[in-house]
């Protein structure tokens, strides 16, 4: 077994492989890219019979997964039909470098809106309306709702904060996690 091809194997229980596949070519096409865990490669044709699917879908959606960047094909010329075949194969330091890219992505997210919580003037609150409002604007308002005439509380975002940080905290340890993987193919 080849270093690439035991890559494989720890897809069919990674939950974020799945997402990814499935944010790409959907559930449908997803059927279709799983049959490559079992395998180090295939052509569209084998692919098609295997499953039987219509070949034409097998090449969409792993047309869809090569402009992602997922998988590589090879393409051979069909001395028979003159028509070329394409034999395709996922690329696990690919998959995993996009999964690593993608959590960063909503890491830079979560830490801006720990900036922009940390900023953020004091609000308020109305506890029976679920109405947040900045302080100038609840000062305007006599620190009443303007739906329900109730008093609005002061809103406590250390609470968000904390939350955010433990998001953050649990993010970084995957991505330290798929980084790992990725070391080790």
Not at 54 to 80: I, W
Not at 124 to 147: D, G, R, T, V, W
Not at 150 to 178: A, C, F, V, W, Y
């Amino acid at each position: 077994m080849s270093k690439a091809k035991s890559g494989y194997n720890v897809f069919k229980n990674d939950e974020d492989v799945r997402l990814l596949i499935k944010s790409v070519v959907g559930d449908e096409g997803f059927e279709i890219v799983k049959h490559l865990f079992d395998i180090e490669k295939a052509d569209e044709f084998e692919i098609a019979d295997k499953l039987d699917r219509d070949v034409n879908f097998v090449r969409s959606v792993m047309y869809k997964m090569y402009t992602h960047n997922l998988v590589n094909y090879t393409r051979r010329r069909d001395p028979e039909k003159g028509w070329y075949i394409y034999t395709w194969e996922l690329v696990p330091e690919k998959i995993y470098n996009a999964l690593i890219d993608k959590k960063k992505e909503r890491l830079d997210s979560l830490f801006q809106k720990v900036e922009n919580e940390q900023s953020r003037e004091q609000g308020f609150h109305c506890p029976s309306c679920s109405i947040n409002l900045e302080f100038p604007k609840a000062l305007e308002l006599n620190f009443s709702c303007f739906a329900c005439s109730g008093m609005l509380q002061p809103l406590d975002n250390h609470i968000r904060i904390d939350d955010l940080n433990t998001e953050i905290k649990g993010l970084s340890e995957k991505i330290g996690l798929l980084q790992n993987k990725l070391n080790g193919l």
